[in-house]
């Protein structure tokens, strides 16, 4: 597994990616949609915002030359903010996403990991604390619609 830095040419593929991710989640948690996610995940605004924001890192992650999933971040200080952590449905279940949160442990010296997933996606939940999170709180975004909060202490 390899990491290669997303570029702007890469903002359909990164679109692809979180359209079949984020309704994937959706599917599985969601009885009363099958397709949701943060705005503009699926027409391409979300990936060109990402993409324009210069202090935002994006990564493919390669598996046998393939790429299989994106992550993106931040690193300010020793503080890492994860935006997006995707991985097209065929590889997940797999092992690919533990492995490449540990390869981006590996690569960068964060003392501590934030992030934030939505309220419903108890999928995302258990792989995170798996990776050595614990929930610390609720962010509300509507009336219905909340995301749960998760950090990690790093030596």
Not at 42 to 67: C, S
Not at 90 to 107: R, S
Request: hydrophobic fraction near 35%; glycine fraction near 8%; include cysteine.
């Amino acid at each position: 597994m390899i990491f290669k830095k997303a570029e702007y040419t890469d903002k359909v593929w990164l679109t692809e990616v979180m359209t079949a991710a984020f309704n994937y989640d959706t599917a599985i948690h969601r009885t009363d949609t099958k397709e949701d996610g943060p705005p503009g995940y699926d027409d391409g605004t979300l990936a060109e915002k990402m993409l324009r924001t210069a202090d935002l890192l994006i990564y493919t992650i390669i598996v046998d030359q393939k790429r299989i999933g994106f992550l993106s971040f931040s690193v300010v200080g020793t503080l890492g903010t994860l935006e997006k952590f995707c991985l097209l449905p065929i590889y997940i279940n797999q092992g690919f996403g533990t492995k490449a949160w540990q390869l981006l442990e590996e690569q960068q010296s964060c003392k501590k990991w934030v992030l934030e997933t939505p309220d419903y996606s108890l999928t995302n939940h258990h792989f995170y604390e798996k990776c050595g999170f614990i929930r610390t709180g609720k962010k509300k975004y509507g009336d219905d619609s909340y995301s749960t909060i998760f950090e990690k202490e790093c030596k």
